[in-house]
């Protein structure tokens, strides 16, 4: 075996490892951040009904034009504009087929968009700490 022969052996099989090692990390960067997209999605729906129940609060005689209740959609929606930045983000776990507008014909021939879909929001999980971990 000549010195180049040996070289390029060793070369080849530094390489292997370190493709391995690499495809190994990328998929542990790829579950952490879909972790964090589903539970950042979830925090937006939590925010997004409080603030609902905030307006049907402000809405009510006994509470109608407390400053505080104000002041409290307009800190809500605040927060909602920053959240709706990340928008990208939590809606990488959204499938496809429900991310794109659906256009539906009425029997008329006039176009209508379907209602988003809804996904059941998770309480519990939005603010969890631990590992999720798959068996595999």
Do not use: C
């Not at 409080?50 to 402000?58: D, I, M, V």
């Not at 794109?100 to 209508?112: A, F, L, S, Y």
């Amino acid at each position: 075996m000549s010195i180049l022969e040996i070289w390029l052996t060793v070369t080849l099989v530094v390489m292997t490892i370190s493709g391995v090692l690499l495809m190994w990390y990328l998929r542990r960067l790829l579950s952490k951040f879909l972790f964090i997209s589903h539970n950042l999605g979830d925090l937006v729906e939590v925010i997004q009904n409080y603030y609902k129940h905030l307006e049907q609060l402000n809405g009510m005689e006994a509470y109608h034009g407390d400053d505080t209740i104000a002041f409290l959609l307009k800190h809500t929606n605040s927060l909602l504009d920053i959240l709706d930045d990340y928008t990208d983000i939590y809606n990488i776990t959204i499938p496809l087929q429900d991310n794109n507008e659906e256009i539906q014909e009425d029997d008329d021939g006039t176009t209508e968009e379907e209602a988003p879909v809804t996904f059941p929001v998770s309480e519990e999980n939005v603010f969890y700490a631990g590992t999720r971990r798959r068996d595999s």
